[in-house]
Structure formats: C-alpha cells, structure tokens
T-cell receptor, first 110, second 113 residues
Framework: KQEVTQIPAALSVPEGENLVLNCSFT??????LQWFRQDPGKGLTSLLL?????REQTSGRLNASLDKSSGRSTLYIAASQPGDSATYLC?????????FGEGTQLTVNP | DADVTQTPRNRITKTGKRIMLECSQT?????MYWYRQDPGLGLQLIYY???????NKGEISDGYSVSRQAQAKFSLSLESAIPNQTALYFC????????????FGEGSRLTVL
C-alpha cells in the first residue's frame, strides 16, 4: 500500500525567503506525482504535475523535482509572498488511484 | 463558470437523513472521483468511476453509494447519514490514462447533527 508523507506539517517564513516543501512515498512504482495548493475551505488547485519519466517541472516561482528511486519529491518556492500562504499537498499516482499526503501548511509573514 | 461544480456547497442535516451531493464537469473527462477530507487524515477516496458503466469502491466506501448518470455527472449519496460523516467532500475529474492532471471542485461541507 502506497504511503505518502509530507514534512514539515507546518512552516512559517518571512516574506522573500526561498523555501522547500518535502514529499516522500513508499512505493516507487508510480505514474506521476502532482502538487496542489489548498486555501482554507476551498478546493485543491493543481500546481505542477511531474510524470514518472521526468525529473522536474517549473511554473513561475515554483519548481518541483522527482526522485523515484529514493521516493522523494520537493516543491521549491522562490521569493515567497504572503499570497503563497496555503496548504500544499502532494499526491502520488500508482495506477487507478492517487494517494495524498496530509499537506504542509505554509504561512508567509509580511 | 467552474470546470467542476459541486452542489450543495454547504449542508447541515440530521442523523438518519438521506443526502445526495452532486458533481458535474465540463472538461469532458471520463474519470471522476469522490474524496472526503478530514482534519489530520488528508484526503480519502470514497468511490471512483472510469466511465458511465464503471463504478469502483475506494478506501472508505461503507455508508456511501454513487451514481454516474452521464459522463459529466457523478453523484454521491449517504443513505442514512451519521455524525462521523461530517466532513468536506470533494469531487475530482481527470482524463483517461495515468498521465493527466486531477481537477477538483470547490467542495461540499456536510455537517450531520
């Protein structure tokens, strides 16, 4: 059974700081890994999707990497802004279903 | 308009009542999913459907049922609601195959008293 862990559970940083969120998974036989953002009481918004054959994906200030062999993915956020405050979740696709981590709650302080 | 629409967005009901949560999508995707989100437990898969004639149980299907009325519509029912079904429910869709992004609705917050 696939298990997904996100560390840390919560993170508070000052505005402008570069930061890294971590996602680890137990079964390396995956199709892809997706990072989401969730604002309080809202749905999940897809940020980046990395296919199993890819090492990284970039979108604006966001960069996600994938190392299947070690069962790890990182989401790098450059020059963080207060508007980046949200919960970030990763989800691993192992076939018919996705397994989600519990998320990292990020607070960026002005 | 949102690509994935859930109704109702909020619902308060009593124990024993039947509740239906509806989901419709305009993305033309074949695959649709229902998830439940609880604090500290992350998202758990309730049911999923790969096309109109295909329904599959997820991790926590007990106490729930679904109906795929059309490619664009997937509803979740609680036949007899109980308080521990109080949660935030999400519908999601993705295209066929295992390479597509998952798109979520805004969620339906259900409270069972």
């Amino acid at each position: 059974k696939q298990e997904v862990t996100q560390i840390p559970a919560a993170l508070s940083v000052p505005e402008g700081e570069n930061l890294v969120l971590n996602c680890s998974f137990t079964d390396s036989a995956i199709y892809n890994l997706q990072w989401f953002r969730q604002d309080p009481g809202k749905g999940l918004t897809s940020l980046l999707l990395i296919q199993s054959s890819q090492r990284e994906q970039t979108s604006g200030r966001l960069n996600a990497s994938l190392d299947k062999s070690s069962g790890r993915s990182t989401l790098y956020i450059a020059a963080s802004q207060p508007g980046d405050s949200a919960t970030y979740l990763c989800a691993v696709d192992s076939g018919s279903r996705l397994t989600f981590g519990e998320g990292t709650q990020l607070t960026v302080n002005p | 308009d949102a690509d994935v629409t859930q109704t109702p967005r909020n619902r308060i009901t009593k124990t024993g009542k039947r509740i239906m949560l509806e989901c419709s999508q305009t993305k033309g995707h074949d695959r649709m999913y229902w998830y439940r989100q609880d604090p500290g437990l992350g998202l758990q898969l309730i049911y999923y459907s790969f096309d109109v004639k295909d329904i599959n149980k997820g991790e926590i299907s007990d106490g729930y049922s679904v109906s795929r009325q059309a490619q664009a519509k997937f509803s979740l029912s609680l036949e007899s609601a109980i308080p521990n079904q109080t949660a935030l429910y999400f519908c999601a869709t993705r295209s066929s195959g295992n390479t597509g992004e998952l798109f979520f609705g805004e969620g339906s917050r259900l409270t069972v008293l």
